[in-house]
């Protein structure tokens, strides 16, 4: 099973599984400001399609953010089919 990895630089960061680039899946973020942050995009490689890995980076994203007491903002329609797993604490 792949890692979930994240590495950020303070304005823009990802969370992403696989060593090299591109990345195998990865969910890109950018800071809109010091508590908000809004997912780019999400992308992942045909060999892992159908196996949940979308969710797993989302699940990270999550779980990081409280760390951070930020909030949340998709700016793409495929995380939309996700806000349902938000707090709502969480969201914008």
Not at 46 to 52: A, F, I, P, V
């Amino acid at each position: 099973m792949l890692e979930i990895k994240h590495e950020h630089d303070g304005k823009n960061g990802e969370f992403y599984m696989g060593d090299n680039h591109p990345h195998l899946a990865e969910m890109v973020y950018t800071w809109a400001s010091e508590s908000v942050f809004i997912i780019e995009h999400t992308n992942v490689d045909d060999s892992l399609r159908g196996q949940g890995i979308g969710n797993q980076l989302l699940d990270g994203t999550v779980a990081w953010t409280p760390e951070k007491r930020s909030k949340l903002f998709h700016s793409a329609l495929l995380q939309s089919q996700f806000l349902l797993k938000i707090p709502l604490f969480m969201m914008c």
